[in-house]
């Protein structure tokens, strides 16, 4: 069994800053790629950063683009999310998500964490 746990959520004024982590344990073989969603209320969940196993690829919604990185501990199965300049438009419920395989003789699946809720106001 896999578990996500997220962490580092949060209330915060406009411009401030956060940083989440999505930290993955349980029966893992290897992780390829790693991401981060967001769903804001009565929205629906869009990508905001993801990362490759060899970091040498990230992507970046239009809307995060130089505010937020996306980095990953390839050793501690974890994701993380540094949010600076942060908006009210980026409050919403942030999901981290992993492609994983439990075994040698697995496909990669995709497991999502529970969610952490990142709050922008003054």
């Known amino acids: 069994q896999v578990q996500l746990v997220e962490s580092g959520g949060g209330l915060v004024q406009p411009g401030g800053s956060l940083r989440l982590s999505c930290a993955a344990s349980?029966?893992?073989?290897?992780?390829?790629?790693m991401g981060w969603y967001r769903q804001a209320p009565g929205k629906e969940r869009e990508l905001v950063a993801s990362?490759?196993?060899?970091?040498?690829?990230?992507h970046y919604a239009d809307s995060v683009k130089g505010r937020f990185t996306i980095s990953r501990d390839n050793a501690k199965n974890t994701v993380y999310l540094q949010m600076n300049s942060l908006k009210p438009e980026d409050t919403a419920v942030y999901y981290c998500?992993?492609?994983?395989?439990?075994?040698?003789?697995?496909?990669?699946?995709?497991?999502w964490g529970l969610g952490t809720q990142v709050t922008v106001s003054s």
């Open positions: 349980g029966f893992i073989f290897s992780i390829n790629d």
């Open positions: 998500n992993l492609h994983l395989r439990g075994s040698y003789f697995d496909l990669y699946r995709a497991y």
């Open positions: 990362i490759s196993l060899s970091e040498s690829l990230s």
